[in-house]
């Protein structure tokens, strides 16, 4: 158990719906990020929180959007669904320390399904 | 911009024989390096992570790497493989140069079935 939580852990919707993905990340890790991963694409990148704040964005849609909270949990919403959005989401977490070794710590992941 | 490379899809040992997963990165500045593996229906777990302090790095598991600057290379090995060792390894590397924590750079993963 990584520590870093999400929710829900399946969804199947609709093509053209709006879902939103949440994680909660450690206890004490200020950075967050969200990775998508499918089976054409692989592991992506798509964006970054740190400490409330956008940190670093990859390819993530403009359809797609996020935020962090206050209390450092994040969500991912994802709008006007495709079927090529079906994919695995995972969140992961690090706290920001001295000489940034960077180590995440990954969620299990919110499986998506768009029929 | 940074890449990762993994050669071989799927790689395929015997029970007992060596393991070793490929992992070659492109970068003018040495990033830190990290192999994580994802067991089927899970979410993925760090295995090891070279950051400068030495250059063979132990990890969970049996499983070490060694970074080899010459080489951009920072292969996996372990030397007997287990049937549970059977799952996707990811490598992946993050900018040193960066300050601060920032995304990962993943490779498209190594299946690694273990035959009996």
């Known amino acids: 158990d990584s520590g870093v939580t999400q929710t829900p852990k399946h969804l199947i919707t609709a093509t053209g719906q709006r879902v939103t993905l949440r994680c909660s990340p450690r206890?004490?890790?200020?950075?967050v990020y969200w990775y998508q991963q499918s089976l054409d694409q692989g592991l992506q990148f798509l964006i970054q929180y740190y400490n409330g704040e956008e940190r670093a964005k990859g390819n993530i849609l403009e359809r797609f959007s996020a935020q962090q909270f206050p209390d450092l949990h994040s969500e991912l919403n994802l709008s006007s669904l495709e079927l090529g959005d079906s994919a695995l989401y995972f969140c992961?977490?690090?706290?920001?320390?001295?000489?940034?070794?960077?180590?995440?710590?990954f969620g299990p992941g919110t499986r998506l399904t768009v029929l | 911009a940074q890449s990762v490379t993994q050669l071989g899809s799927h790689v395929s040992v015997s029970e007992g024989a060596l393991v070793l997963l490929r992992c070659n990165y492109s970068s003018s500045v040495p990033p830190y390096l990290f192999w994580y593996v994802q067991y089927p229906n899970q979410g993925l777990q760090l295995l090891l992570k070279?950051?400068?302090?030495?250059?063979l790095v132990k990890g969970i598991n049996g499983f070490e790497a060694e970074f080899k600057k010459s080489e951009t290379s920072f292969h996996l090995t372990k030397p007997s493989a287990h049937m549970s060792d059977a799952a996707e390894y990811f490598c992946?590397?993050?900018?040193?140069?960066?300050?601060?924590?920032?995304?990962?750079?993943f490779g498209k993963g190594t299946r690694l079935s273990v035959i009996a």
């Open positions: 992946a590397v993050s900018d040193r140069a960066a300050s601060g924590n920032t995304p990962l750079v």
């Open positions: 206890s004490g890790d200020l950075s």
């Open positions: 070279y950051t400068s302090a030495a250059t």
């Open positions: 992961a977490s690090s706290v920001l320390g001295q000489g940034a070794l960077n180590e995440q710590f």
